[in-house]
């Protein structure tokens, strides 16, 4: 489906008007969706569209996944939380997870963006040297 610059537009109005400083309001949200399928403005249907990926975007952006192959210390979960939240802005959500494959290290997600410094990272990247 081709979204066209006024349901992009629209959808991106709709999308600040949700924000309060800085972070997405679900209440502001509902209540927005509530007065477009209210009103039906001409293409609500593909600002409604264009609005929910702008809000899946921002959702991303605001998740993080921590994956180590031991459990953690608390002290480290801390330092990496501030870490990110520094890095990320406030509103961060964090989980942390273990997954042995890693057999040591760190992978942190934080949306699209990546770090990897697990042993697993370094020996495929040893591998693919050769």
Known sequence: ??????????????????????????DRVREVVKRVLAAKPRGYMAILGQFQRLIKLDLDRRTATVES????PAGIEARIQAGLTRLYGAGLQLSFAQ???????????VGSDVYDGSVKARLHALEDSF
Do not use: H
């Open 1 to 26: 489906m081709i979204i066209t610059k006024y349901a992009k537009r629209g959808a991106k109005g709709l999308f600040r008007s949700c924000q309060v400083k800085g972070l997405l309001d679900e």
């Open 99 to 109: 997954n042995p494959d890693l057999l040591g290290g760190l992978r942190i997600k």
């Open 69 to 72: 192959a031991t459990p953690l």
